[in-house]
């Protein structure tokens, strides 16, 4: 087999940070070739000097056996390499068709029907489904990823390199994805699939070269080497996959949510009469797909939307119409869904994102004048703890950390406010093997302490390996609440779709 792509002997240095450190890649026309490394082991880098975005600073790029230079993503595009971003870069008002033709005009004549045209057939071909008319806002995260993928086929890639693409779809989107890649592959495309989730891996791609800390570790071929072989690889020691925790001993009701009924953006009830406790010494998993509700009942839980009735109970005092700060003075954390726009100001130093929630406070500050010194030990020290990677340490932007490094420090700040109750909400997206496996531990150390723990995940492994017990959620409603040991992903997916559990029995 010819290779389509040879990077050789890559070096990438930036401020502090060797990114990639002597890393070569090859690549074979037609397979699907993952990328597998921990959060910060410089996967992103490496791809990003294949698409221009950055420059390396000494080795060599090939493209079907000739040298090249990339200077910039047109340069790329032109080489027949597209590249879909982990962070969607799409205009929300515009439709799927104008998003696909930006930057790709051709005359002054805007020729949007034959545009509309081409890109209906290529979504026929490649079974993406996508109506070239929807505007973006309008369609799912999954579709937009769609829209993002037609852009690249639109600009005739050849070579398509996905950013960790998994990070925000459902597990049926997942499926679709996966199937959309071997699609790719048999119309003779080529797959780079940067990814840490060894079970995609395992799916769809061919080989898999290994990443550690900016060092090239080895290059397997996936079909003959177990999950947990690779995830060793990537860590460095063996990863335990399933977290070892003691029975629960529960106390009183923590968080007590009753008869709560919220509305969505759109004034439609998302929450309708959910009554749910969570008690001190537990984990209560919500599962549910996506888009049932579970946001809109978080935010409510949070203070980030009013509730239209109900009641939210902290520690058995009503906090329904309390202030953010409030709530969080009353004990409550929050690992957030989106990391981007509610965990972190991205334009602000990791060290001051640290101390968002308590900054002024002591010790953190006194008469309003912030004590530096103390914030900057405490940064640290989250930072150590949770092995988040930055080019600059905690004065690097928020902004400039990797997706991976950005949810360790968000998990790390919440957890080093030792909250009566944390709300963790998809905690571990986008993390690696290692980095799940200490997150994992954590939320359990946590509820050990006689701390209550409300885990909103759509990976149904995870709510069963963490989980006490498991609240169902669909169509905003709650189905059930089961015991984890007492139940099997089988029942609770019929719950997800909207079955009870006597319903399922008969």
Same mark, same amino acid.
């Given at each position: 087999?010819?290779?389509?792509?040879?990077?050789?002997?890559?070096?990438?240095?930036?401020?502090?940070?060797?990114?990639?450190?002597?890393?070569?890649?090859?690549?074979?026309?037609?397979?699907?070739?993952?990328?597998?490394?921990?959060?910060?082991?410089?996967?992103?880098?490496?791809?990003?000097?294949?698409?221009?975005?950055?420059?390396?600073?000494?080795?060599?790029? @090939?493209?079907?056996?000739?040298?090249?230079?990339?200077?910039?993503?047109?340069?790329?595009?032109?080489?027949?390499?597209?590249?879909?971003?982990?962070?969607?870069?799409?205009?929300?008002?515009?439709?799927?068709?104008?998003?696909?033709?930006?930057?790709?005009?051709?005359?002054?004549?805007?020729?949007?029907?034959?545009?509309?045209?081409?890109?209906?057939?290529?979504?026929?071909?490649?079974?993406?489904?996508?109506?070239?008319?929807?505007?973006?806002?309008?369609?799912?995260?999954?579709?937009?990823?769609?829209?993002?993928?037609? @852009?690249?086929?639109?600009?005739?890639?050849?070579?398509?390199?996905?950013?960790?693409?998994?990070?925000?779809?459902?597990?049926?989107?997942?499926?679709?994805?996966?199937?959309?890649?071997?699609?790719?592959?048999?119309?003779?495309?080529?797959?780079?699939?940067?990814?840490?989730?060894?079970?995609?891996?395992?799916?769809?791609?061919?080989?898999?070269?290994?990443?550690?800390?900016?060092?090239?570790?080895?290059?397997?071929?996936?079909?003959?080497?177990?999950?947990?072989?690779?995830?060793?690889?990537?860590?460095?020691?063996?990863?335990?996959?399933?977290?070892?925790?003691?029975?629960?001993?529960?106390?009183?009701?923590?968080?007590?949510?009753?008869?709560?009924?919220?509305?969505?953006?759109?004034?439609?009830?998302?929450?309708?009469?959910?009554?749910?406790?969570?008690?001190?010494?537990?984990?209560?998993?919500?599962?549910?797909?996506?888009?049932?509700?579970?946001?809109?009942?978080?935010?409510?839980?949070?203070?980030?939307?009013?509730?239209?009735?109900?009641?939210?109970?902290?520690?058995?005092?009503?906090?329904?119409?309390?202030?953010?700060?409030?709530?969080?003075?009353?004990?409550?954390?929050?690992?957030?869904?989106?990391?981007?726009?509610?965990?972190?100001?991205?334009?602000?130093?990791?060290?001051?994102?640290?101390?968002?929630?308590?900054?002024?406070?002591?010790?953190? /500050?006194?008469?309003?004048?912030?004590?530096?010194?103390?914030?900057?030990?405490?940064?640290?020290?989250?930072?150590?703890?949770?092995?988040?990677? /930055?080019?600059?340490?905690?004065?690097?932007?928020?902004?400039?950390?990797?997706?991976?490094?950005?949810?360790?420090?968000?998990?790390?700040?919440?957890?080093?406010?030792?909250?009566?109750?944390?709300?963790?909400?998809?905690?571990?997206?986008?993390?690696?093997?290692?980095?799940?496996?200490?997150?994992? @531990?954590?939320?359990?150390?946590?509820?050990?302490?006689?701390?209550?723990?409300?885990?909103?995940?759509?990976?149904?492994?995870?709510?069963?390996?963490?989980?006490?017990?498991?609240?169902?959620?669909?169509?905003?409603?709650?189905?059930?609440?089961?015991?984890?040991?007492?139940?099997?992903?089988?029942?609770?997916?019929?719950?997800?779709?909207?079955?009870?559990?006597?319903?399922?029995?008969?």
């Amino acid at each position: 087999m010819s290779h389509v792509i040879e990077m050789l002997h890559i070096r990438k240095e930036f401020p502090g940070i060797v990114a990639n450190d002597d890393i070569t890649l090859q690549v074979e026309k037609g397979e699907i070739h993952a990328i597998l490394g921990e959060n910060g082991a410089g996967k992103s880098t490496l791809m990003s000097i294949l698409f221009g975005l950055y420059h390396a600073d000494r080795g060599v790029i @090939k493209v079907r056996g000739e040298e090249v230079r990339i200077n910039s993503p047109n340069d790329a595009t032109d080489l027949g390499i597209g590249m879909v971003h982990q962070h969607f870069q799409l205009v929300q008002t515009f439709t799927v068709t104008e998003n696909i033709i930006l930057g790709k005009e051709g005359s002054f004549v805007l020729d949007r029907k034959s545009a509309a045209k081409r890109i209906k057939a290529l979504s026929e071909q490649y079974g993406l489904s996508i109506n070239p008319d929807s505007v973006i806002e309008s369609i799912t995260v999954g579709m937009q990823q769609r829209v993002e993928i037609l @852009k690249m086929l639109y600009r005739d890639a050849e070579i398509l390199i996905f950013d960790e693409p998994t990070a925000v779809l459902t597990p049926q989107e997942i499926d679709e994805l996966m199937q959309i890649m071997r699609n790719m592959v048999k119309e003779g495309k080529s797959v780079i699939l940067i990814t840490h989730k060894l079970d995609e891996i395992k799916a769809v791609a061919d080989r898999c070269t290994i990443i550690r800390r900016g060092k090239m570790v080895g290059v397997v071929d996936v079909a003959s080497t177990s999950q947990a072989k690779m995830a060793a690889m990537m860590v460095g020691r063996p990863v335990n996959f399933k977290v070892a925790k003691q029975d629960m001993q529960a106390g009183k009701p923590v968080l007590e949510v009753q008869s709560l009924r919220v509305l969505n953006n759109k004034k439609v009830p998302a929450v309708k009469d959910f009554t749910l406790a969570v008690r001190a010494g537990e984990i209560v998993g919500i599962a549910g797909v996506d888009g049932n509700g579970q946001s809109e009942l978080v935010e409510a839980i949070t203070g980030l939307r009013p509730a239209v009735s109900g009641a939210v109970l902290l520690n058995g005092k009503a906090i329904t119409h309390a202030s953010i700060r409030e709530r969080n003075e009353a004990g409550i954390g929050h690992i957030p869904e989106d990391r981007q726009k509610r965990g972190l100001v991205m334009s602000a130093p990791l060290g001051s994102n640290m101390v968002i929630k308590e900054y002024y406070r002591p010790p953190f /500050s006194k008469n309003g004048i912030l004590k530096q010194p103390v914030i900057d030990k405490h940064a640290q020290d989250i930072c150590d703890a949770f092995d988040v990677r /930055s080019g600059e340490g905690i004065l690097s932007l928020a902004g400039k950390l990797s997706g991976g490094n950005q949810q360790k420090a968000i998990v790390g700040r919440e957890m080093a406010l030792e909250p009566d109750l944390i709300i963790a909400v998809q905690p571990t997206r986008g993390l690696d093997v290692g980095a799940i496996e200490y997150i994992h @531990k954590r939320l359990v150390e946590h509820r050990d302490k006689g701390k209550a723990v409300l885990l909103v995940s759509f990976e149904l492994d995870e709510i069963f390996n963490l989980s006490d017990r498991i609240a169902v959620m669909n169509s905003g409603e709650l189905i059930d609440v089961v015991e984890t040991k007492k139940t099997n992903e089988e029942e609770v997916g019929l719950m997800m779709a909207g079955v009870k559990t006597k319903e399922a029995a008969r």
